[in-house]
T-cell receptor, first 116, second 114 residues
Framework: EAQVTQNPRYLITVTGKKLTVTCSQNMNHEYMSWYRQDPGLGLRQIYYSMNVEVTDKGDVPEGYKVSRKEKRNFPLILESPSPNQTSLYFC???????????????FGDGTRLSIL | AQSVTQLDSHVSVSEGTPVLLRCNYSSSYSPSLFWYVQHPNKGLQLLLKYTSAATLVKGINGFEAEFKKSETSFHLTKPSAHMSDAAEYFCVVTVSSNTGKLIFGQGTTLQVKP
């Protein structure tokens, strides 16, 4: 089954304790992206990656890091989490075939982070 | 600059009645537009997309949307609501064909009453 898998689904942690949210897709997609969802703000892009070893900032990259060493994986790293990073996070992927903008993105089920 | 406005944050309908979720967009070039649905505790699922082909787009689960350039609208409709349609709906526009960047509306929560 084609899917985007995020782990963990839920995490409660404390300020300053480094954490990583993993994202893996099995569709051989070139493009992957991270979003955060906050009430009343819709989804906002954190980082994206056009292909292996190619990453770029989205709209709200502060406090986050990513890496793309393999095509299927795109982990999101919070080096020193703070309470304002409490949010619902989504990973997404899509193919670069044709015009990238025409390709729908496939989303994971989300990771709910609470930073105390 | 590209932007998306969903005109209703909350819509309530009775089961079996029509659904209309409104979306206006702003784009400096010919946009790609999408509607996604989000059920509780789940990720976003694509309902339908417009990519400059037919202006009336049919999606899954009986949903449709019509692209109206003159009105810069992309409203989502369904003739008859089902209880399982209760969810949050997002209208999305592509900012760039080169980066895949998306702009999301703020979402519309659809409530379906028995």
């Amino acid at each position: 089954e084609a899917q985007v898998t995020q782990n963990p689904r839920y995490l409660i942690t404390v300020t300053g304790k480094k954490l990583t949210v993993t994202c893996s897709q099995n569709m051989n997609h070139e493009y992957m992206s991270w979003y955060r969802q906050d009430p009343g703000l819709g989804l906002r892009q954190i980082y994206y990656s056009m292909n292996v070893e190619v990453t770029d900032k989205g709209d709200v990259p502060e406090g986050y890091k990513v890496s793309r060493k393999e095509k299927r994986n795109f982990p999101l790293i919070l080096e020193s989490p703070s309470p304002n990073q409490t949010s619902l996070y989504f990973c997404a992927s899509s193919s670069n075939l044709d015009r990238l903008g025409n390709q729908p993105q496939h989303f994971g089920d989300g990771t709910r982070l609470s930073i105390l | 600059a590209q932007s998306v406005t969903q005109l209703d944050s909350h819509v309530s309908v009775s089961e079996g009645t029509p659904v209309l979720l409104r979306c206006n967009y702003s784009s400096s070039y010919s946009p790609s537009l999408f509607w996604y649905v989000q059920h509780p505790n789940k990720g976003l699922q694509l309902l339908l997309k417009y990519t400059s082909a037919a202006t009336l787009v049919k999606g899954i689960n009986g949903f449709e949307a019509e692209f109206k350039k003159s009105e810069t609208s992309f409203h989502l409709t369904k003739p008859s609501a089902h209880m399982s349609d209760a969810a949050e709906y997002f209208c999305v526009v592509t900012v760039s064909s080169n980066t895949g960047k998306l702009i999301f509306g703020q979402g519309t929560t659809l409530q379906v009453k028995p």
